[in-house]
């Protein structure tokens, strides 16, 4: 298996985990518990020692145990050259701290991308059919890992685009506008210039590694196409900057009237399409969860074919939503990865099996 694998992880006061020392399998690890029990809590732990936040929270304060002023996060991983050790310790009156290998870092840029993971929950199913945000957040991440300049970029675009957005907002006129915008839309222009050609080259990356992965669950009866749909209204080639410049320009008095912002890689989608039919409006609930899985499938082989290595894959609840078949194929697609699954009863899976039981963890 050529892939990164966490070897063990610590908990202290961490959700319902009052103390916890777990060590991993290199293949495969089931949680099986009832509901409520702490399974997600377990995969949750690991998703936030790699990208620095929840899945589940915005706050970093649900995240301790109830009564308790902080917790702590340690997980042990190993990488094709060096081995990695992540502390983060969390607070409810105070900044997170984070250390890395016992060196602290100060931005978040530096956690992300040192272990690299794929998580999927059937909550992922808002991937295919909600809003474009479900897919700007997805090509996000996962490029975020694999490229720093990626992820310090969308950061900068952010705080442009709020203050843009704010003098919109705020000024009494447009001419008032109109003395100080230039300043920002040529920062805007600048960052949305990185962020849209680093999006269009990972839709293309991903998009023959997705129709791979849909043939194989789905037995080759449907053709999956990815199309990145840039929400500046312009050509990604040498006139970007020039023609989205005009763009917002165009759009200036329509953005003063509403008070914000309406063309930019913000407004950026990947339209899914299953034999040309838009998966998002047109898809049955089992194909929007094939295609949800497959894009996520994807994502494994796309940081492999970057890195030379495979990422962690955390799969939450996800066998509840597939038939036997589609669950066989799933593990037989994913067997070169270390793997970290959960579900309330035992399906007959091979691999190391913990049994979880109001925070605390036996193995079977």
Not at 112 to 124: D, K, L, R, T, Y
Not at 136 to 142: A, P, S
Not at 282 to 309: C, D, H, P, W
């Amino acid at each position: 298996m050529q892939g990164m694998k966490i070897d063990s992880l610590v908990l202290s006061n961490f959700r319902n985990y009052k103390d916890l020392k777990i060590k991993f399998d290199d293949k495969v690890n089931i949680f099986i518990g009832k509901n409520a029990q702490g399974k997600t809590n377990l995969l949750e732990s690991i998703y936030y020692c790699c990208i620095g936040k929840s899945f589940k929270s915005t706050k970093d304060k649900e995240l301790i145990f109830w009564g308790e002023e902080s917790a702590y996060i340690k997980l042990l991983a190993n990488k094709k050259f060096r081995d990695e050790e992540i502390e983060i310790k969390l607070f409810s009156s105070q900044k997170k701290s984070i250390q890395i290998n016992k060196l602290p870092i100060k931005k978040l840029g530096e956690l992300i991308g040192e272990i690299n993971i794929v998580f999927f929950s059937p909550q992922e199913l808002k991937l295919v059919r909600e809003s474009p945000e479900e897919r700007r957040k997805f090509m996000d991440i996962d490029i975020s890992q694999n490229n720093k300049r990626y992820f310090y970029q969308l950061s900068r675009y952010e705080k442009i685009l709020a203050n843009r957005n704010k003098l919109l907002k705020n000024s009494k006129t447009i001419e008032v506008v109109k003395d100080t915008i230039d300043i920002w839309d040529r920062a805007l222009v600048a960052s949305a210039k990185i962020i849209a050609f680093e999006r269009e080259k990972f839709v293309k990356e991903i998009a023959p590694y997705a129709q791979k992965a849909h043939s194989f669950l789905s037995g080759g009866k449907e053709q999956l196409s990815l199309v990145y749909k840039c929400g500046c209204g312009v050509s990604l080639d040498e006139t970007f900057e020039k023609n989205m410049d005009k763009v917002l320009k165009k759009n200036l008095e329509k953005d003063f009237k509403l008070g914000y912002t309406t063309v930019g890689v913000h407004r950026d989608d990947i339209d899914i399409f299953l034999n040309d039919v838009e998966v998002k409006n047109f898809g049955s609930q089992g194909q929007q969860r094939t295609v949800g899985l497959s894009l996520k499938l994807a994502e494994l082989e796309n940081m492999y074919n970057i890195n030379g290595e495979y990422p962690i894959l955390l799969l939450d609840d996800v066998f509840s939503e597939l038939d036997l078949d589609r669950q066989r194929r799933l593990l037989k697609f994913v067997d070169r990865t270390q793997t970290f699954i959960t579900c309330t009863d035992e399906k007959k899976l091979d691999g190391k099996i913990y049994n979880i039981v109001d925070g605390k963890v036996a193995k079977s």
